[in-house]
Each structure stands twice: as structure tokens, then as C-alpha cells.
């Protein structure tokens, strides 16, 4: 079933450039993606800075300006919605962001963080407190910091207090943007482990944003690799991983560094020459082609299509996928 | 020996942050000093910089460069070293730049202070240099300032300006942590070949074991304000013996793996100084722990060496 559906949303911004901002540019962050997330299913949005990752997020939450595109939760079109029904989508609708220490009021206790999206939903005022702990043990930890202030709390701690605080209404999509990257690494197997328990217990379905590929192999259930406000391939985890088509995959999967030394010079990698080119000029054609190893002459001039390689399995790349 | 660090420890009032560190490094090696937030491993690098913040201090051991002891040398000493023998690039390349300056004039920098060098012939070194570290148009891209390139770019322009002086000893706090995947290969490949080429020993501060297993000879891993392991690269990853290291290697996914699964996860936090526990630190968390875990293990071994009381019963 089908819970979250993108269709070819734009989100571009106005800004000014020149030495005194005299003219006025465009930036695509987001230029035509569409995805879905189906009921009880991680779909992981990978790519690096600037890609427009957390911008489609953003645009989901109502968080970026939507320019062109339609968003429909559970059927029913987000920008079509009164005030009321928003509020309802909402509820259904939860986030997780990178930095725990600026998503907690650092005035607030535990408690009233937790507490806040029930009390604004008007959840029984007498059953706050027994719900707040039940959600504390229900992310490991322990009732009695539930008086205590974001400060006395570790990294991974105060993860978990967004995680109970964006469950705590009983969400059916929950938006995670880069859940992981600043705790330390022996923390991020214990939160990521938390969230595949959740998603078992309470049928979440996340769109999980990130760019650590390691870690995304191992919780999503499908993937899709954004580049220049661009989707360049999406399919099922395993066959991206396993069998990557467009070469921006290729190059992502072969930069992660293994950890095992025995490994060092054996594998090929594809070291990719140059940086990502501004989104405010992005190339004409394929948006890779000034980084791609493989680029014939009309990649500089034609835009290529998502197209399907095999069932499920999308690329946009005039080499490679048919167009 | 190029670098001896040995019994170092730092605090800041009466707070303990690095306790009995010891590190050797010799020329040309590459020697990654690992560990989590809190470890005491950007601290145990910016002693031997002479840059500790205000308010800590070194108040035990010795820091040996070339045989001279850092901790006892003057800041007129530390300064003619800095940026000649010894060079240390940082993490937010962005940031460390100074904005109001072209590259090129920041690369030659060193070049004008240590080597009495012309601003106008610094300045046509820093380009050879900016082009030795893959910087495209090099003449052009001299003349700009830091905010007119790339994160990557940024970070290619410090090892420019680290290296420029061929120093001895670079240090390299998380030089790759800021960047995208793509980009942080190509500049784990730069400083592979320059340390080659230069002859240039790198102490790199890292969290990140893939990075380790990519670039370094040695291992040292802290934990604590501690080192509980040293040793090559090969031993350390093959053959763990500290529950810490071998946990750390545990947590990370890996890609041959079936996904979906439970993650190995170490249980509790990354402790704060106040609240390290007696004897052995990562005692709380160890999944070995013994009675004799209360006492202070000793670092023990040759040239693979632990600090645990348990180590090799796993």
C-alpha cells in the first residue's frame, strides 16, 4: 500500500548573485523527483551535500516551498488540505533530525519535550505522565531522567528523546535526516537498531535520509541516489548495492573505505575527477556528465530519462539505461 | 625516532583529559590515532602542536620532536616549527582558512616566514604546489579567495599549505570527516601519495576505522583519555585483543552482511571525564569485565601492545 507519494516535485529557490546580488539566478534543489513509500517500508535517499536530499524532506514536512509537484499522504494531495486536515496528516507524519542537541529546547526537561506534540494534540492531560514513560522505556531510557535537561544527557541519549518525542503520537511515516551521523560510532548501531525495532513494533514506515551508504544498505528496503536535485538510479537495496548501473552509484559504493587492511590496492576504485557543479549551473544534458568516466558527446546535451533496467530497477543514464 | 611522546597527560584544572599516552612515530610512517568523542586524541595532537586551549595544560610526561622535548620548548621555539618541520591540517578546512586572503598568498605563507623566500617567488610555488595537490587552473584558482571554492578544493589548499615547507610530521585531525564520500577518497589517495613522495610522517586522528584500514602502518586506539591498544595495522584489525577495539570493529555494518539484521552495538555511553570509572575505563561498558577490571590496567606488549587484564580470553 501505498503511504507517501512525490510526484515530480520541483523546490527551486530565488537567490541573487553577482558582486552586489544585481542579478537574479535560480537554484534547482529539488528539480523533478518522484518517489513512494509504501506502508512499513524504508525507502533511503542517498547522495551527497547539496544533492537536494533533505530538501525533498523538507518539502514533505511543509518545511521548503514547493514550486511544481503534487505530495499525496495516504491518497489525499498535502497542498489540497485545510487547515484542519493538515493538522491530521501531521499527527501521521513525524521527524527525526541530525543534530539531538538543537532539535531539544535546552530549557526544557525531558518530560515537557516528550509531552509537547501530545499535549498540542490533545492527548488526556491525566495520562501524560504514564504515556511520557512508557515511550522512555519503549526507546531505553530510563524513567527517572525524565526531570532532567537535554545538557545532563550524552549524545545517544538525547537521540532517543527525539525518537520517543517523534513517536509519541503514533506516526505512520516518520522522516529521518541523517539519524546517525553526529553520534559516535559505537552509539549508531544502538540507535539504528532502535529504529529497525520500532519500525517491527509500530509498522512505521521511514524515508531515511542519508549519506553514510554502509548504513543504508543495512536498514533500507529500497534506495534511491539523488544527484543535482535529481533521482540517477533507484531500486531495491540489494540490487543497487549488488548490481549498480548508473556510474555515480558505482563511484559512491567504490569510495567507501573497507574496513580491512588486507583489502588495501586489491579492489578497484573509481576515484571520481573533480566536485559537484554548483546546482545554480547545473550542466545542460546529464547532470553527471562533468564528473562521469564514461560520457559520450551527447551526455552534454541531452537530459536522459529515468528508465527501467530491469523490474523496479531505474536509471537515468543515455549509456546505460534505454531511453 | 621522529616523534616520542611518552607518560603525557593532560588536565585541565584537576580534571583529568589525557592520562599516560604514549606514542612513538618514525619517519615516513603513517600512524592513525583512533577513538570516540572524548578519548583525549585531538587534545594528545594539539600538545604536540603547542596548541592547547587556555585553561589546559601538560602536566606530565614528554613530547620528543627530533629528540627535543615540545613540552619544555618556548613558544619562539614552537613557532620556528611550526608550519616548517611539523604541520597540522584540521578538520573544517572552510573555517581554518583565512577568508580575507587569496590561496595562493595563504600557501606561500610559510614559505616567506621560515624560509626567508620573496612573496613573489612564494607565490609561484604555492601554484606548483596547488597543482601537485590536484587543484585545476592553478594559476586562476591561487588568486581567489577561500569562500570561491569547494569544501574539497578548501581541504586540498590546507594540505597545499601543510605541506609546501616538506615538514617532517604532519598531523591530520579528521581531514576527511567534513566530506562527501567521493571527495574524501580523493583526498585519502592524495596524502597516501604525498607522504610517500615527501617522505612526510602523518599522526592521523580519525574516527572512522575504514579510513584507518585505507591509509595507516600503526594503530594506536584510545578510549578514555587512554591508549588501550597499539600496534600495525594488520594485527590490530585481524586480531584485536582489547574488548574496546574489537567491539569498535563489530559495530561497523558491513557490507557483506545480510541487511535487516540486528547491528552489534557496545551497551551504554561514550562517558564524560567526570565520570570515568576506577581502574579500567571502559570497564562499564566491556562485555569481559573481571574483579581485577578495578585496577589500572598497564599498556604491555612489544610491538603489538593492550592495557587490559582480560585481553586474549575472547
Known sequence: MTLLEITNLKVHFPVRTGRFGGNKDVLKAVDGVSLTVNAHETLAVVGESGCGKSTTGNAVLGLAPVTAGKITFEGSDLAKLNMSARRRVWREMQVVFQDPVSALNPRRTIMQSIAEPLVIHGFPKTQLNARVEELMAFVGLNSDQKNRRPGALSGGQRQRVVIARAVALNPKLVICDEPVSALDVSIQSQILNLLMRLQRDLGLSYLFIAHDLSVVRHIADRVAVMYLGLVVEEGATADVFENPIHPYTEALLSSIPIPDPSMRNKRKRIVLQGDLPSPLYPPEGCPFVTRCPIAEKECHSVRPQLTETSPKHKVRCLVRSPQ | ?314
Open chain 2, 1 to 314: 625516532m621522529l616523534l616520542s611522546v611518552s607518560d603525557l597527560a593532560i588536565k585541565a584544572s584537576s580534571l583529568s583529559l589525557v592520562d599516560g599516552v604514549c606514542l612513538d612515530v618514525s619517519a615516513g610512517q603513517i600512524v592513525a590515532l583512533v577513538g570516540e568523542s572524548g578519548s583525549g586524541k585531538s587534545l594528545t595532537a594539539l600538545s604536540i602542536m603547542g596548541l592547547l586551549g587556555e585553561g589546559l595544560i601538560v602536566s606530565n610526561g614528554s613530547i620528543k620532536f627530533d629528540g627535543v622535548d615540545l613540552v619544555q620548548a618556548t613558544q619562539q621555539d614552537l613557532r620556528s616549527l611550526r608550519g616548517d618541520d611539523l604541520a597540522m591540517i584540521f578538520q573544517e578546512p572552510v573555517s581554518s582558512l583565512n577568508p580575507l586572503l587569496s590561496v595562493g598568498e595563504q600557501v606561500a605563507e610559510s614559505l616567506i616566514t621560515h624560509r626567508q623566500a620573496s612573496p613573489a617567488q612564494a607565490f609561484l610555488e604555492a601554484v606548483e604546489m596547488l597543482r601537485r595537490v590536484g587543484i585545476p587552473q592553478p594559476e586562476r584558482r591561487a588568486k581567489q579567495l577561500p569562500n570561491e571554492l569547494s569544501g574539497g578544493m578548501c581541504q586540498r589548499v590546507m594540505i597545499a599549505a601543510a605541506l609546501i615547507s616538506k615538514p617532517r610530521l604532519l598531523i591530520a585531525d579528521e581531514p576527511t570527516t567534513a566530506l562527501d564520500v567521493t571527495i574524501q577518497a580523493q583526498i585519502l589517495e592524495l596524502m597516501g601519495e604525498l607522504a610517500e613522495d615527501f617522505g612526510t610522517a602523518i599522526l592521523l586522528i580519525t574516527h572512522d576505522m575504514g579510513v584507518v584500514a585505507e591509509l595507516a602502518d600503526l594503530v594506536c586506539v584510545m578510549y578514555g583519555g587512554r591508549v588501550v591498544e597499539q600496534g600495525p595495522v594488520q594485527a590490530i584489525f585481524a586480531a584485536p585483543q582489547h574488548p574496546y577495539t574489537r567491539m569498535l570493529l563489530q559495530t561497523i555494518p558491513r557490507m557483506d552482511e545480510p541487511t535487516k539484521k540486528e547491528l552489534f552495538a557496545i551497551k551504554g555511553n561514550v562517558p564524560s571525564p567526570r565520570d570515568w570509572p576506577e581502574g579500567c575505563r571502559f570497564r562499564t561498558r566491556c562485555d569481559q569485565v573481571s574483579e581485577a577490571c578495578l585496577k589500572k590496567p598497564e599498556l604491555d606488549g612489544a610491538t603489538h601492545s593492550v592495557a587490559c587484564f582480560n585481553a586474549n580470553s575472547a
